[in-house]
DNA sequence: CACAACTCTTAACAAATTTTTACCTAGCCT
DNA sequence: AGGCTAGGTAAAAATTTGTTAAGAGTTGTG
């Protein structure tokens, strides 16, 4: 699943610049010219991120941002503001943004804070730190699968796949689902590479790969992972 | 009993929007407008935690730090510096601060903090003021690294990169995490950037710098650091 | 102010590892 | 039995990391 981006920006020229930039990194991207329609959009759209100028026609970035932070807490809000402008008091604590660049600024800047916010705001795991199933032990925080106390080693999208099949257990979870979720859109390879996948994973896993217990085949449909 | 928070901080306002969030919270509050009394009230009212800006009349926060750590080195602290002041990046490492925010910050994320910097403080795991693995001998304070007693001449970078790894045990870390911790957001290398400091590390520090036994490389994720 | 020493960053190529595809076999379902 | 679907293996393709070196920028010194 992609992030979503909201850029709320008059300037057509910056926006044009950030939606090259926010795709080249794999972000959707969706735009408003105003903070009217911004705030419209953020409503609307669901993004997991909004970037927002302060200066704008209709309804000031500084107000878009009180607003939409009263309606939509959780989303993370990062402030485009021009030097010297009232950031200090306004954007941090009143106003609720969790980031602010200034004007002008380079793109890795802007790049690095947006990744760092996204981070922190999904930062909470929703799965337990350890989670274990038979002689199986997975540690979320330190990448980390031991078997009897032993190291295994799983690649990175092993260990993905892995952990979504944690999240999601009991569920049969079709190819597509998976593709989607662990690999995600950009680059969407054969539902075959997942049964590679699951192979290499019920062999590093399982007592008797043959005759998997965890990760199950529901026959036409997908796979299941019962812990 | 509730948990008692220390505001040291010169600018009303900011006391009183502090002060509303943290009450709304569910702590009890005082609060200190300069460095002497915020000092002061450090040691009389045994507050839980102190929220110290940086920036303030008669005693500099930093130099409340300082002296507030070497009296009651089990009280965390955390920070409030502005944006490009020279706070090491490394969470005041020489001063001892346990986390900081830069100003302007999103009250979510100071108090996000504020919590996980309580739950550190509750449970065991400080880092030591002079943390050994193997032969080496790393004093966090003075910016020293010895091996085998020998001084080990580590770049500012190299250290800061160390020393994060050093607070950060186990867990994995991303380049762009490290990227944030250790540069700062302002002029961001290239991800590759650190993996150049990875190697300098390893050939200073590890007996086999070929085969990393304690900055271990997790392939399509980052680097952790086992000590 | 020039020079040397040093640090940081980037680039380039080689090496290692992972990911994907391909293909053949075995199993499931009607 | 026949047509799909999944397991298993190996090899190709792609990505990631290790390593080295060179250039830019800094600092310290004569």
Redesign the pocket.
């Known amino acids: 699943m992609k992030t979503k981006i909201l850029i709320v920006e008059d300037e057509p020229a910056m926006v044009a610049g950030l939606r090259d930039n926010f795709e080249y990194e794999g972000y959707d991207v969706i735009s408003a010219e105003d903070g009217v329609s911004g705030l419209d959009k953020a409503m609307s759209d669901n993004p997991d991120l909004v970037v927002l100028d302060v200066m704008m026609p209709r309804m000031s970035g500084l107000d878009v941002c009180k607003q939409l932070k009263a309606k939509r807490p959780s989303v993370p809000i990062i402030m485009l503001t021009a030097r010297g402008q009232e950031i200090d008091k306004v954007v941090g604590l009143e106003l609720g943004a969790d980031d602010y660049v200034t004007k002008p600024f380079s793109i890795?800047e802007l790049m690095a804070r947006v990744k760092a916010v996204l981070r922190r705001a999904s930062s909470p795991a929703p799965v337990p730190e350890v989670y274990k199933f038979s002689d199986v032990e997975v540690n979320i925080r330190s990448n980390e699968v031991r078997r009897n106390g032993d190291l295994v080693?799983?690649?990175?999208?092993?260990?993905?796949l892995l952990a979504y099949f944690i999240a999601h257990p009991v569920e049969t979870l079709s190819?597509d689902r998976l593709l989607d979720a662990v690999?995600g859109y950009e680059?969407?390879?054969?539902?075959?590479?997942?049964?590679?996948?699951?192979?290499?994973l019920?062999?590093k896993l399982e007592p008797n790969?043959?005759e998997?217990r965890f990760?199950?085949?529901?026959?036409?449909?997908?796979?299941k992972f019962v812990g």
Chains 1, 2 share one sequence.
């Open positions: 890795r080693d799983l690649s990175a999208k092993e260990f993905a190819r690999w680059n969407y390879p054969t539902t075959r590479t997942v049964d590679t996948h699951i192979v290499h019920r062999q790969p043959e998997p990760i199950l085949t529901v026959h036409g449909s997908g796979y």
